[in-house]
Structures are given as C-alpha cells and as structure tokens.
C-alpha cells in the first residue's frame, strides 16, 4: 500500500552520503500507485524531486517538499530478426540490467557496464561511457505525466537526446516520471573497443576476439580501478561534464597544452576530457575538509566522511575557477543540485 512518510532522512537515498531531510517521502513501485500519489491532496501542495539510486544528485540543504522514489522492477525482452527490444521497470539498478543483458548474450549495453543509478534515469541524462551512449541503443520510453495523470511513450525523436541532454532536462523538466525504458539491442553483436582502456585491458587478459561479456568484464575492472564504491566513500560518479568546444577554442588550447587529452565528436567539435584538466591543475587527490577529489580520477569528487552539500558544492567551485583560468574553458556539473 501506498505510503507518504515525513521527515525521512536521505543520507540512505543519495550516493554522496549526505545527512539531509525530506518533508515527505514516498516510494513507488507500480504506475498506479504513481496514479494514487497524485490524487492526494498533499502532494499538489508540495515541490516534488523524482529519485531513483540518488547517485547523480547534491542535496545542498534539506528538500522542503516531496520526494518520489521510483522503484518499478521487471524486464522482459521480444526477439525480431536480429534485433532483441528489451523493456525495463524505471527502478531496475542499472548494472543489473546490464548484467542481464550480457548474460543472455544482448549485445549493446556492454560498454555502460557499472555506471550508477537506475534504468529511469538513463534517458534523462542520455548516460554514457567508453564511446556508448545510451541514445545508440534507445528505442522509447513510458512516463507518468503529472498534469493528466496519463501514461505517454516517447519516442527517441521525442526525447531530443543531447550530450548527457535530453528534453526530460530541457523543455519537459518536472513534468514527466518516467516508468519503463525500452532498449533495442541485437543479438549480433558489434564489439566497441576502441575508447578508452578497454582495448589494453583486454590484451592483458590475452583475450583477442573478445565477445560482450568480456568487454563488460574489462569496463567493469576499468571503472573499480578509476572510481570509488559509493557503498565504502560517497561520490556521485563523475560530477563534472566532459567540455565540448569548437575547433579554433581548441586550436589554442593544443598550442599551450600540446598534450591535452581529447576525442573528435559526431557533429565537428572537440571534446575535452574533464579529469584530465583538473589533474592537471594539481586537483587529483586532493582533500579539503571532509571532500575532496578522488585519489584515482580527479573527476570524481567524493565525501570523506561528514562533508555537507554546501562543502562539496564550495569545493566543485573552486576546480571550475582554477580550469576556467588556467585553460579558458568553463566545466559544467554533471551532477544536479539542490
């Protein structure tokens, strides 16, 4: 049974660990009781913040209002020549997903193995790693719409996919919750080794013809050895965007810094790699307080113990200050917050 309970602590919801409060909470695990949660009276009267793993969030200060976990479970999959449509309940764990996928041989996800959070939020953020982005394989999803109380199913033309953008950050921000995604995998794979580590790390593992269980297994070790368990160390994974800039931006970059670190994107730009620019302004490692940045990926900016939000936020402040100055580029949180 639907339940609203008050004054619940999100230290257990947000990957940071941080030690704020909900006026009110609720936990959803069916598109009825999403229909039931909006019928009460309460909630009209109430901001709303829609969670799943909590782990692309900075809460700040406490949530004066409503706070909605989704936790809709259940994938089921349907076969079409070599194609496989698998759809997914928005509150399945995102590695689990992928871990089913792989181990029924739906070839795809591979590459987004170990990111964190839930299969709700990957079209939101249109989530990415080692050259995959979840776009490539998005074939529609169903969403809450809190105005009517219908359920629409948005196409991948409507979700207008950007980089880590999509129109549920953009024009529809706060009025859909999205239910169900649906992938379109194959059950031919095309193996995608070619950013990143993973091509070195697969020939230490002496594997030449690599299939997608092995790609998964040598992400998966590439991410442990980069990023901190957010069971062990808060983090939120990598908290600032990968900064995109057009070619004469970077022409001037790579005079300065002839070893910059960068990637040719799809549309003719230049895509700087993030941590790469805050290591080498001397932010790897380091710690301020109770945060800081991880030891093994100045992306990541983790909580040492009992930082606040207003810690973590002060201190992602000053990396966007010493980039900004001694490259000319200005990084963006990836991270929301609140």
């Known amino acids: 049974m639907l339940q609203i309970r008050e004054n619940i602590s999100l230290k257990p919801h947000n990957s940071f660990g941080i030690d704020v409060k909900a006026t009110y909470f609720a936990e959803i695990f069916t598109e009825n009781d999403l229909k039931e949660l909006f019928q009460n009276h309460l909630v009209k009267s109430q901001k709303i913040l ?18 909605i976990k989704i936790s809709i479970k259940g994938i089921e999959s349907q076969t079409e020549g070599q ?30 193995s170990l990111i964190p959070g839930t299969v709700g939020a990957s079209p939101i953020q249109n989530i990415g790693a080692y050259g995959v982005e979840l776009k490539d394989v998005f074939e529609s ?18 979700c207008q996919f950007g980089y880590r953008e999509s129109i549920f950050k953009g024009k529809l921000k706060g009025q859909y919750i999205i239910t169900s995604v649906t992938f379109r995998l194959s059950s031919v794979p095309k193996i995608n080794t070619s950013y990143g580590a993973i091509e070195t790390e697969l020939q230490k593992r002496g594997i030449e013809n690599p299939d997608i269980a092995d790609v998964s297994a040598a992400v998966s070790h590439i991410r442990v050895s980069k990023l901190p ?3 062990t160390i808060g983090n939120a994974g990598s908290f600032f965007k990968n900064p995109v800039i057009e070619k004469h931006e970077f022409a001037d970059i790579v005079g300065k810094h002839p070893d910059v670190v960068h990637y040719p994107t799809a549309d003719d730009k230049i895509k700087l790699a993030a941590g790469w620019l805050i290591e080498q302004c001397g932010w790897k490692g380091k710690i301020v307080g109770e945060t800081g940045t991880w030891k093994n990926q100045a992306l990541v900016l983790v909580n040492h113990g009992n ?14 200050d010493s980039v900004k100055s ?13």
Not at 307 to 320: D, K, N
Not at 326 to 337: A, P, S
């Open 50 to 67: 829609i969670i799943g793993g909590g782990s692309n969030v900075l809460f700040t200060e406490d949530y004066d209002g409503l706070i």
């Open 83 to 112: 194609n496989v449509y698998v759809k997914a309940g928005a509150g399945e764990v995102w590695n689990d997903f992928v871990n089913y996928c792989v181990e029924h041989g739906f070839a795809g996800v591979e590459n987004l």
């Open 141 to 158: 999803c169903t969403a809450f719409e809190i105005r009517t109380g219908e359920i629409k199913t948005f196409s991948f033309a409507d």
């Open 229 to 231: 368990d957010p069971s």
């Open 307 to 320: 930082a606040t939000g207003a810690e973590v936020y002060h201190f992602s402040e000053l990396i966007i």
């Open 326 to 338: 001694t490259f000319g580029v200005t990084l963006e949180r990836e991270v929301n917050i609140l």
